[in-house]
T-cell receptor, first 113, second 116 residues
Framework: DAGVIQSPRHEVTEMGQEVTLRCKPI?????LFWYRQTMMRGLELLIY????????DSGMPEDRFSAKMPNASFSTLKIQPSEPRDSAVYFC???????????FGDGTRLSIL | AQTVTQSQPEMSVQEAETVTLSCTYD???????LFWYKQPPSRQMILVIR??????QNATENRFSVNFQKAAKSFSLKISDSQLGDAAMYFC?????????????FGTGTRLKVLA
């Protein structure tokens, strides 16, 4: 299995621009999670989906952040407009059943200038 | 609300020696999972070991084992025969089994250095 695939691996853009992060979960996994990791706040759960439906988005920091999962094999996390404080590593993770552990992608390092 | 605390920002261990990373948590729930994840410089988060709270037996995975003290809400990770490849950030995490949420709560991590 290829594991959770995230793209891009690195993104550098100017503030105000729209940023789209992509994730392909492990095939057959019903749960998908988006995390943000910063030095100050550690690893924070932003949102998670079950069977493509958003279940808990209480971790999404602002309306500038949005996430979609149009099908079982693809999800996006979008920031519009981006700000320098959004700079972080964003992880996507997926899990099979509710009792199975999460498998993480390699993360996207986002830098907003 | 549940919390996870890792009080050791950084630890060092000599190659081939044993090291223990500490983790404490706070919860009012009785059924939950605890995890240790490893994050090497490559950035990927790798599951090291998992413990189910209802199991009294401590989980073991090769050189990795945990000391799960449910009453004390403590979940430490022991790495035996440390290897250079063990150098990484280690995160302790909690997940409820009863609250209906699938949220993981992570500690702030412990950076482990392995000295040759």
């Amino acid at each position: 299995d290829a594991g959770v695939i995230q793209s891009p691996r690195h993104e550098v853009t100017e503030m105000g621009q729209e940023v789209t992060l992509r994730c392909k979960p492990i095939s057959g996994h019903d749960y998908l999670f988006w995390y943000r990791q910063t030095m100050m706040r550690g690893l924070e759960l932003l949102i998670y989906f079950n069977n493509n439906v958003p279940i808990d988005d209480s971790g999404m920091p602002e309306d500038r952040f949005s996430a979609k999962m149009p099908n079982a094999s693809f999800s996006t996390l979008k920031i519009q407009p981006s700000e320098p404080r959004d700079s972080a590593v964003y992880f996507c993770a997926s899990s099979g059943t509710i009792n199975q552990p999460q498998h993480f992608g390699d993360g996207t390092r986002l830098s907003i200038l | 609300a549940q919390t996870v605390t890792q009080s050791q920002p950084e630890m060092s261990v000599q190659e081939a020696e044993t090291v223990t990373l500490s983790c404490t948590y706070d919860t009012s729930e009785s059924d939950y999972y605890l995890f240790w994840y490893k994050q090497p410089p490559s950035r990927q988060m790798i599951l090291v070991i998992r413990q189910e709270a209802y199991k009294q037996q401590n989980a073991t995975e090769n050189r990795f084992s945990v000391n799960f003290q449910k009453a004390a809400k403590s979940f430490s990770l022991k790495i035996s025969d440390s290897q250079l490849g063990d150098a990484a950030m280690y995160f302790c995490a909690y997940r409820s089994r009863t609250s209906g949420t699938y949220k993981y709560i992570f500690g702030t991590g412990t950076r482990l250095k392995v000295l040759a």
